[in-house]
Nanobody, 118 residues
Framework: QVQLVESGGGLVQPGGSLRLSCAAS????????MGWYRQAPGKQREMIATITNAGSTKYADSVKGRFTISRDNAKNTVYLQMNSLNPEDTAAYYCNAVHEIFGRLYYWGQGTQVTVSS
């Protein structure tokens, strides 16, 4: 069992920045590919960024060049640095952990709200 706790969401003006954090506990962090997803009202949850234990990253086209995912295995934490935010980035952001060997083992955090508005 893995517990994921997100933090760092809030209200930010267009063009601003936020850094989300996701602290993991309950299993060996380095066994998991970590990811950030988001879900806006009335829309499906979408992948934003993922990072493997080896540091390989993937990004959604909508955030490439603006968002950066990183992880600190010593702190069991994954981060999402979000720059140049715009109102379309408004959503609930969720942390995800997928076991790199047993892909059926996956977990979600409770989410943190990001609102981009002037």
């Amino acid at each position: 069992q893995v517990q994921l706790v997100e933090s760092g969401g809030g209200l930010v003006q267009p063009g601003g920045s936020l850094r989300l954090s996701c602290a993991a506990s309950g299993d060996i962090f380095r066994l998991y590919t970590m990811g950030w997803y988001r879900q806006a009202p009335g829309k499906q949850r979408e992948m934003i960024a993922t990072i493997t234990n080896a540091g390989s990253t993937k990004y959604a086209d909508s955030v490439k060049g603006r968002f950066t995912i990183s992880r600190d295995n010593a702190k069991n934490t994954v981060y999402l640095q979000m720059n140049s935010l715009n109102p379309e980035d408004t959503a609930a952001y969720y942390c995800n952990a997928v076991h790199e060997i047993f892909g059926r083992l996956y977990y979600w955090g409770q989410g943190t709200q990001v609102t981009v508005s002037s």
